[in-house]
């Protein structure tokens, strides 16, 4: 990891002067599309890859200008005065820290961060002939992740864009993939959309690979069908928790009973972050999970699959939770169907309407995934 480390500092001054290149050249005219794209790509891999190798002042001066950047792209307009000073700035500012760290000298630059433990290839959280595809066009941060992931006992294959990524999983399928979500050549979006639209593929769990930062990223990217993220800079621990998680469960005994039939829940919610979060707790518990973010296709989707409980947002656009809920009691054979209303703690007066609606219980936002699962299982029984 050391020897990682150093490699990145060494190729630190390339990488700001590259940015600095691209910067004047969008100063010196009328803004090229594709210029600004690079230059957006390039300080977004640097805002992510700074606080992993220890550098967070680094991540400070790259969000700056990475927001500069974006507001041009949007825009298509040439920098104001005022924009290119303080994008100025920050490039010079990035070129001290660089030099600093090349010159190994901490009262400049960050100390390296110090990551937790890594346990290992005999430790308890070794999984044997499972495979991990980490697909990121950052290779000091692929790196690093694949260090993390062999050192806990996993086979782990690379790939440097999308395309390469379904690729690599086509000739191996692997166990769980980590997708970064900014990739050349093809991004980790589309990526996630041919895996699903591949038989042989669909079923792989992705954990996306993001910035603190770009939350934006997360929604889109949990949109395309993803089982969740990890946050850079990476800590090691934690990297090896989620990953556990997301891996299939070890295979039971031969001569153990046969699992009972798993029940489908169906989660009608609008705000994307809390459906997959609740998604991911009923997984987790061992419920097949479906996904509405209205009520239209709550609706919709309770009649394709008849589910066996049904969790609805009260506030959803198109229709809201109160109306299909409604629909839903019309249906004969969707009326029994149990449906728990969901609802935030200062809106409890929609309680009593819920329940008049047809609703069987509610839980109020937020919820711990104990009281979530206690409520499930005694709207199941």
């Known amino acids: 990891m050391e020897a990682l480390h150093r490699a990145y500092v060494k190729q630190l001054p390339g990488k700001i002067q590259q940015i600095e290149d691209l910067w004047q050249a969008v100063c010196a005219g009328t803004p090229d599309k594709g210029t600004l794209q690079l230059l957006y790509h390039l300080v977004h891999k640097l805002n992510g890859s700074g606080p992993t190798f220890g550098f967070t002042t680094i991540t400070d001066r790259a969000a700056r200008l990475e927001e500069a950047i974006?507001?041009?792209?949007?825009?298509?307009?040439?920098?104001?005065?005022?924009?290119?000073?303080?994008?100025?700035?920050?490039?010079?500012?990035?070129?001290?820290?660089?030099?600093?760290?090349?010159?190994?000298?901490?009262?400049?630059?960050?100390?390296?961060a110090k990551g937790a433990p890594l346990q290992s290839r005999n430790g308890a959280s070794a999984r044997r002939d499972l495979t991990i595809l980490v697909a990121d066009d950052e290779a000091f941060l692929r790196k690093k992740l694949v260090l993390i992931l062999r050192d806990a006992g996993f086979d782990v294959e690379e790939a440097e864009n999308g395309q390469a990524a379904l690729t690599q999983a086509r000739i191996q399928r692997p166990d769980l993939i980590l997708m970064d979500f900014l990739m050349p050549v093809m991004g980790g979006a589309e990526a996630v959309r041919?895996?699903?639209?591949?038989?042989?593929?669909?079923?792989?769990?992705?954990?996306?690979?993001?910035?603190?930062?770009?939350?934006?990223?997360?929604?889109?990217?949990?949109?395309?069908?993803?089982?969740?993220?990890?946050?850079?800079?990476?800590?090691?621990?934690?990297?090896?928790?989620?990953?556990?998680?997301?891996?299939?469960?070890d295979a039971p005994p031969p001569n153990a009973a046969a699992p009972?039939?798993?029940?489908?829940?169906?989660?009608?919610?609008?705000?994307?972050?809390?459906?997959k979060k609740v998604a991911l707790i009923l997984q987790d518990a061992g419920y097949d999970v479906g996904e509405a973010d209205n009520g239209v296709m709550a609706l919709k989707q309770a009649r394709e699959r008849q589910p066996d409980l049904i969790l609805m947002d009260v506030m959803m656009p198109v229709m809201d939770g109160l109306e299909a809920t409604q629909h839903i009691r019309m249906d004969h054979t969707l009326q029994n169907v149990p449906i728990i209303m969901l609802t935030t703690n200062v809106k409890m007066k929609d309680v009593p309407l819920a329940l008049a609606h047809g609703a069987d219980a509610y839980i109020a936002k937020p919820q711990t995934a104990e009281k979530l699962i206690e409520k499930v299982k005694s709207c199941l029984v």
């Open 70 to 112: 974006k507001k041009i792209l949007v825009h298509g307009v040439a920098p104001t005065a005022e924009e290119k000073r303080q994008v100025d700035q920050a490039v010079a500012s990035l070129r001290l820290i660089a030099a600093a760290a090349v010159a190994e000298r901490p009262g400049f630059a960050d100390t390296m």
């Open 194 to 249: 041919r895996l699903r639209q591949d038989e042989t593929l669909r079923d792989v769990p992705v954990l996306l690979l993001t910035t603190h930062q770009k939350i934006g990223d997360v929604q889109r990217a949990l949109d395309c069908d993803v089982q969740g993220y990890l946050a850079k800079p990476f800590d090691a621990a934690e990297v090896i928790e989620q990953v556990n998680a997301y891996l299939p469960a």
């Open 260 to 275: 009972l039939p798993q029940k489908h829940i169906l989660i009608a919610d609008d705000y994307v972050l809390y459906r």
